[in-house]
């Protein structure tokens, strides 16, 4: 059974369904069956494959316009925090990390994993249920896992002249950590072998396990007494903390992060599909061969042989 | 200041690279299925049971 790659609708693979009776096509005959098509193997493989939906031109386009305006704005981003932007009055220079830490850590939090969780969600709920809401969520927690990761070691690189340690069992820095454990095991649980429906059932019930941890990251600094400071951004009442030239800086930096987040689910996303194109084809265009190899010059089957006899 | 360097060379390098993978995996995907849908392009046009064309 083959899956249709951007839908998720069956089947994209035609092949010519003989004996018509719903039964897998490329499989042996029953051997109570008599197939007397004279070319019967040829009938049993299959006529071509749909290639996946290819990708449309607006879309390259929409996909390289995004990619270009996130490298600008990253490198308008460095430009502006490493050389334009004043030190602070109290971290001094260092401050020129808040400039891509928070925009990671939002890209990661709140675009990448809340992504996914609004997609399981989709994928699970009965009425909107589709595997591409499952590739949907595949993409975004592996972008967001990345973008986790640069989180981490961002801030643990800021903390280290500043609080004197690289790493500190602070309630904001350890539920991040956990999080990025529960999404590797996500991604660790999607590479199990399975069928894409059960896969994508069992991955978006994963998905929002593990988004359980987002809001406790958000209200970790609120909630517990910890090293790290609280939002400068997305405070309750979103009164930026930053101001000038650094707090255009900081906004640039968000932006261009999530230009960077969307290039790369829209890349990541094309990858889901072809893999998921490969998986269902190949097997099929595998059995396929191997069952040509068994055919008679004249094209007679060894099943259908022995249907006949 | 190097601690800020290193922050910003961290977070591009991985950045970067993780991009570069993605499009690499992109265009590795993309050959491979076009290989497969190539190969099941010439296998012969089935003849419906009884001989009928």
């Known amino acids: 059974m083959t899956t249709d790659s951007s839908t998720g609708a069956p089947p994209t693979t035609e ?7 719903g039964a897998h096509p490329i499989v042996e005959a029953p051997p109570n069956s008599t197939v007397t098509s004279p070319p019967a193997a040829a009938a049993l493989r299959p006529t071509g494959v749909t290639p996946p939906p290819a990708q449309s031109a607006r879309s390259r386009t929409t996909e390289r316009v995004i990619g270009a305006l996130a490298l600008v704005g990253t490198v308008a981003t460095v430009w502006l925090g490493l050389w334009v932007t004043p030190p602070d009055a109290v971290q001094g220079d260092l401050v020129r990390l808040v400039y891509i830490h928070p925009g990671v850590a939002w890209v990661a939090l709140y675009l990448a994993f809340g992504l996914a969780a609004v997609s399981s969600v989709l994928y699970l709920w009965p009425r909107t249920r589709a595997l591409f809401w499952d590739r949907l969520a595949a993409a975004a927690v592996e972008v967001g896992v990345v973008f986790n990761v640069c989180t981490l070691v961002s ?75 609280g939002a400068t951004v997305l405070n309750p009442g979103l009164t930026l903390k930053i101001h000038g030239s650094m707090a255009w800086t900081l906004l640039l930096g968000f932006v261009a992060l999530t230009l960077v987040f969307v290039w790369m689910l829209l890349v990541r996303y094309r990858v889901g599909v072809l893999e998921d194109w490969l998986a269902s084809n190949e097997l099929d265009l595998a059995l396929a061969e191997r069952q040509s190899e068994g055919t008679d010059p004249d094209g007679a089957s060894p099943s259908s042989r022995v249907g006949v006899a | 200041m190097r601690y800020i360097i290193a922050g910003y060379v961290v977070v591009l390098a991985v950045l970067f690279f993780y991009a570069v993978s993605l499009v690499w995996r992109r265009r590795r995907l993309a050959r491979a299925v076009a290989r497969v849908a190539g190969a099941g392009a010439p296998l012969p046009t089935p003849v419906a049971p009884g001989g009928g064309s």
């Open chain 1, 15 to 21: 092949v010519t369904a003989f004996p018509p009776t």
């Open chain 1, 155 to 229: 801030g643990s690189i800021w903390g280290k002249p500043t609080w004197g340690v690289w790493w500190a069992w602070d309630a904001r820095l350890t539920s991040t950590a956990v999080l990025l454990v529960l999404f590797l095991g996500y991604l660790a649980l999607r590479r199990v072998p399975a069928e894409p429906e059960v896969r994508a059932r069992r991955s978006a019930f994963v998905a929002l396990f593990a988004a359980i941890d987002i809001p406790i990251v958000h209200f970790s600094v609120d909630w517990w007494n910890t090293l790290h400071q």
